[in-house]
């Protein structure tokens, strides 16, 4: 038997589908009362009030994250450069605060370790490949990319480790 309108046969499944089965049974998400397929997280307001209310914490870790990084780069890359100190600075000036954002913003919207694992180290990959950026651009001719790459990667790792040993004993 052959088929001589395939475009009407196909939307006849089509209509037969929809009449017939319901949307809901077919794809059982959750509907929340306002509309929302899943929850809908906080406000923006919600949003501002909560990275407020954590502005002694993000003091305390802007300033724990330059001093350490400053020293860190100066003994490992820039000893005798301080524009290599100054662009390790206003990276940090400008990662810090998105990354504390991006992880403000993942602790109310995500939920399980895993999800919130994996937003935390894409967020940290992002600070790196930023910080990487801005000092090869104060650095300009002075630096390659991929040496402001690795004394970004490094220096974050090391933050990082140094970050999770002072919050160990002093939090």
Not at 31 to 51: D, K, L, Q, R
Not at 119 to 145: C, H, M, Q, W
Request: proline share 4%.
């Amino acid at each position: 038997m052959k088929i001589k309108n395939k475009k009407s046969l196909i939307l006849y499944f089509i209509i037969i589908g929809l009449l017939s089965t319901s949307i809901a049974q077919a794809n059982p998400v959750p509907v929340y009362p306002s509309g929302y397929v899943s929850s809908p997280g906080p406000t923006f307001s919600e949003f501002i009030s909560s990275a407020y209310q954590n502005l002694p914490e993000f003091l305390i870790g802007i300033i724990f994250v330059i001093i350490f990084e400053i020293i860190f780069g100066y003994l490992l890359f820039f000893r005798n450069k301080r524009k290599g100190l100054f662009a390790i600075l206003i990276a940090n000036v400008i990662s810090f605060p998105l990354f504390y954002l991006w992880s403000t913003w993942v602790s109310l919207n995500m939920e399980g370790l895993g999800i919130i694992l994996f937003t935390y180290i894409i967020g940290e990959i992002s600070v790196i490949i930023i910080e990487a950026i801005l000092i090869k651009l104060i650095l300009k001719n002075e630096i390659k990319f991929m040496a402001s790459f690795i004394a970004s990667l490094i220096l974050n790792i090391l933050s990082l480790i140094g970050g999770s040993i002072f919050l160990t004993f002093f939090a």
